[in-house]
C-alpha cells in the first residue's frame, strides 16, 4: 500500500514537471525573435499571459512599441522600419503582436511604421542607455 501511495506521488510530481516545462515552452513559441546587425527584437502579446512574459522578457530593451486601433484594440502585423540619421534604412520587420521591444543602440533614429496601408513617420527618437523609450501607435 505505502509502495502504491509513493509511486502515484512521483508520477503525479512528473506530470507538474512536465506540465510546467511545457507551458514555459508554449508561452515561449508565441515570440517573434530576430537580429538584423547590432539591433535585435521581440515581438508578441496577443493574449493576457504573453503580454506578462514579453513585458519580462522586454525590460532590457530600450524601445517598446505597442500597437492599437482607436478603440483601443491592439493590432499585429504592423511593418516597422527603422532609419539612421541620414535616413538609411537599418532595420525592417513585420510584428506578431501589439507589443514590439528593439535592443538598438543609444542614438536617435527614424522610424517609418505602417499597417494595412497606412504609414506613420515618426522622427527623431532618442534611444538613452539605461531607460526604455515607450511609443503608442493608433490607427
Known amino acids: 500500500m505505502e509502495k502504491w501511495r509513493y509511486s502515484l506521488a512521483l508520477v503525479a510530481i512528473i506530470g507538474i514537471v512536465v506540465s510546467a516545462s511545457s507551458i514555459c515552452s508554449a508561452e515561449e ?26 513585458k519580462e522578457m522586454g525590460k532590457g530593451y530600450p524601445l517598446k512599441l505597442i ?7 491592439y493590432l499585429s502585423d504592423v511593418t ?8 538609411k534604412s537599418i532595420f525592417t520587420t513585420v510584428s506578431d503582436g501589439p507589443w514590439l521591444f528593439f535592443n538598438i543602440p ?34
Open 29 to 54: 513559441d508565441f515570440l517573434k525573435k530576430g537580429r538584423e546587425g547590432n539591433i535585435s527584437f521581440l515581438s508578441g502579446g496577443v493574449g493576457q499571459g504573453e503580454r506578462e512574459t514579453l
Open 80 to 87: 516597422v522600419k527603422i532609419f539612421d540619421q541620414k535616413d
Open 106 to 139: 543609444p542614438g536617435t533614429y527614424n522610424l517609418e511604421v505602417n499597417f494595412k496601408g497606412e504609414q506613420k513617420r515618426i522622427s527623431q527618437v532618442k534611444i538613452e542607455k539605461g531607460s526604455q523609450k515607450v511609443l503608442s501607435l493608433q490607427w
Open 67 to 73: 500597437f492599437s486601433n482607436r478603440n483601443g484594440e
